[in-house]
């Protein structure tokens, strides 16, 4: 299944700017599916976007049009550049790599089950 892990969380004021990255091992990242989810404590796991190996990208609406993902298919690397950062976007950030195709889309029916490859978060606090 491959390995993924996140880097680049830390703090940020409200208005603010965050840029995360996901490196993949190779066989994760060939799954042809990469996407970043959050959490915060209490709440269910929320994907935030995803992207396609064809190119397809989807965003939660909580983060359509301030979030950003992009991919490095060179480095194995997924990005997640997040502007405009408001308090209630705090929580864990994990990377997922999974299957290319219907599913790799945020708001499917088995997006959430689509994805065999986690890492371990990186913590975003957004402060008011």
């Known amino acids: 299944q491959g390995q993924v892990a996140e880097s680049g969380g830390g703090s940020a004021p409200a208005g603010g700017s965050l840029r995360l990255s996901c490196r993949a091992s190779?066989?994760?990242?060939?799954?042809?599916?990469m996407a970043w989810f959050r959490q915060v404590p209490g709440k269910e796991r929320e994907g935030v976007a995803a992207i396609d190996r064809d190119g397809t990208i989807s965003y939660s609406d909580s983060v359509k049009g301030r979030f950003t993902i992009s991919q490095d298919n060179a480095r194995n690397t997924m990005f997640l550049q997040m502007d405009t950062l408001k308090p209630e976007d705090s929580g864990t950030y994990y990377c997922?790599?999974?299957?290319?195709?219907?599913?790799?889309?945020?708001?499917?029916?088995?997006?959430?089950?689509?994805?065999?490859?986690w890492g371990r978060g990186t913590q975003v606090t957004v402060s008011s």
């Open positions: 190779r066989s994760a990242y060939s799954r042809g599916c």
């Open positions: 997922a790599a999974g299957n290319a195709g219907t599913w790799c889309y945020v708001g499917t029916t088995q997006f959430h089950s689509n994805f065999p490859t």
